[in-house]
């Protein structure tokens, strides 16, 4: 039987079909509603093989350690059912893809997805999850490759060419063409209304091209396309508060982030880096949160061991740092630099050493040590990328490396990554840019007067 991609599948249900294509067109979308139509597939199939290794995929995906041993069963029932109803080529690239991630290798997981994708290159399954994949690892450029390379093989009835703008959009976006990106992202939200996702990545345009207002006008009368999202909705509202903060409008970010940002208290890596990086990025503008940082240092605290992205480890450091959790920084910071020596999966092999000193920036700027957190925060920078998320993510630590620059005397150093940061935005300056060439302007006034002012 086929799905409504065009997809040969193993499935012979005619209800599982519908359940399954009801799945994948959920997963495109973010919708809360995908795992609930993933159980309503195995349970009028459960020997569907490939059901199993992408519900194993969607707990990898989640970053929690807790979460390994669901995604294991799901592995091993996705195994057990190969023996009874073998499977095809491409579903078997799908479980290969699933055991190589299990065992640390992202990347190799990769290989299998473009594998599926060369010989089905419409398959909006494997072409999503190749992204997801490649977003929590930092490859932008090879988003946008392999988007690239499916795209002629997207008629114009597909059913997820809405959905393969979108993704096209945040490629684009995060490889700098940022005209294109805009362009490309409104033609998906045509096609597809409820895609979020593309929804998003114009809503990152606005971001790097310090086009606050613009962004807001762009989400303002748009809430149903992530409305019906998982937490992925959290993180939409997250963008329009930066947007709000950009403009100054502190009350209406405080707000947001109260009403919507943290309307749940989760404790999903996802939805703490975005309370996290607003709630420094207040404070940064000098900004009292109250104290909004218990809850997120809580959570944070039972999570110093889960070593799953590190991503998630700095998210959670900063809510430790911001928290005063001396006890959980400790424990943190040991574990971090157990995993420099003892790293097992590939990307941890990767981020290991830059994390652990971007930890040890985060940590030594909530001590005031603005010389060891500047200097370990600038080691770690160049790799950043690498840490996965997005440009507006990983711009928290961005802004701390700056201001931890400031703070420390070292002008010029800060001045430049700046500077770097204004290049990479289109050349645009933003409230945060031109607030910290105010200050590196006037603190080499206040040295330039020092320096005149005779000794006593």
């Known amino acids: 039987?086929?799905?409504?991609?065009?997809?040969?599948?193993?499935?012979?249900?005619?209800?599982?079909?519908?359940?399954?294509?009801?799945?994948?067109?959920?997963?495109?979308?973010?919708?809360?509603?995908?795992?609930?139509?993933?159980?309503?597939?195995?349970?009028?199939?459960?020997?569907?093989?490939?059901?199993?290794?992408?519900?194993?995929?969607?707990?990898?995906?989640?970053?929690?350690?807790?979460?390994?041993?669901?995604?294991?069963?799901?592995?091993?029932?996705?195994?057990?059912?190969?023996?009874?109803?073998?499977?095809?080529?491409?579903?078997?690239?799908?479980i290969d893809a699933l055991i190589v991630w299990m065992n640390g290798q992202p990347r190799a997981a990769l290989a299998h997805f473009e594998m599926i994708l060369d010989a089905n290159p419409e398959d909006a399954l494997a072409m999503k999850l190749d992204h997801a994949v490649r977003f929590v690892l930092g490859d932008a450029t090879g988003m946008r490759r392999m988007i690239e390379k499916v795209m002629p093989a997207y008629s114009t009835d597909h059913k997820a060419l809405g959905y393969l703008k979108g993704c096209h959009a945040f490629t684009l976006e995060e490889t700098g063409d940022y005209a294109r990106a805009q362009s490309v992202g409104c033609e998906g939200m045509f096609l597809a209304p409820d895609d979020a996702w593309g929804l998003h990545a114009v809503a990152h345009v606005h971001d790097m091209t310090a086009d606050a207002a613009g962004g807001i006008k762009w989400l303002t009368g748009r809430e149903s396309a992530w409305a019906h999202c998982n937490n992925f909705r959290y993180h939409v509202w997250w963008h329009k508060a930066l947007m709000h903060l950009d403009l100054g409008e502190i009350e209406v970010v405080l707000d947001l982030y109260d009403q919507q940002i943290r309307a749940d208290k989760t404790d999903d890596y996802r939805d703490i880096s975005n309370a996290t990086s607003l709630l420094s990025r207040l404070e940064l503008d000098g900004v009292n949160v109250g104290d909004r940082w218990e809850e997120l240092a809580a959570f944070s605290a039972n999570r110093t061991e889960d070593g799953c992205l590190i991503f998630a480890d700095l998210h959670y450091m900063l809510a430790l740092v911001c928290g005063q959790r001396d006890a959980a920084i400790t424990s943190m910071m040991g574990r971090l630099h157990r995993d420099a020596r003892e790293s097992r999966t590939d990307p941890?092999?990767?981020?290991?050493?830059?994390?652990?000193?971007?930890?040890?920036?985060?940590?030594?700027?909530?001590?005031?040590?603005?010389?060891?957190?500047?200097?370990?925060?600038?080691?770690?920078?160049?790799?950043?990328?690498?840490?996965?998320?997005?440009?507006?993510?990983?711009?928290?630590?961005?802004?701390?490396?700056?201001?931890?620059?400031?703070?420390?005397?070292?002008?010029?150093?800060?001045?430049?990554?700046?500077?770097?940061?204004?290049?990479?935005?289109?050349?645009?300056?933003?409230?945060?840019?031109?607030?910290r060439q105010q200050l590196i302007a006037d603190g080499r006034k206040a040295a330039g007067f020092a320096s005149a002012v005779p000794a006593q």
């Open 1 to 94: 039987m086929q799905d409504v991609f065009g997809q040969t599948t193993t499935l012979s249900n005619h209800t599982a079909l519908e359940d399954w294509n009801k799945t994948q067109l959920a997963f495109l979308a973010h919708s809360a509603s995908t795992p609930i139509h993933l159980g309503a597939t195995l349970d009028a199939a459960p020997d569907f093989a490939l059901g199993h290794a992408v519900k194993a995929m969607f707990y990898l995906l989640l970053g929690r350690s807790e979460l390994i041993a669901t995604a294991q069963d799901a592995r091993a029932a996705a195994l057990k059912s190969i023996l009874s109803n073998p499977v095809s080529k491409r579903e078997q690239h799908f």
């Open 348 to 435: 941890q092999k990767a981020m290991a050493k830059p994390g652990l000193a971007a930890a040890t920036g985060l940590a030594a700027f909530g001590e005031a040590e603005y010389d060891k957190a500047f200097l370990n925060l600038a080691s770690a920078r160049q790799y950043m990328q690498g840490a996965g998320g997005s440009h507006a993510q990983r711009d928290i630590f961005e802004r701390l490396t700056i201001d931890s620059g400031i703070r420390a005397g070292y002008l010029d150093e800060a001045e430049d990554i700046l500077a770097q940061r204004t290049l990479q935005r289109d050349g645009k300056v933003d409230g945060y840019a031109a607030a």
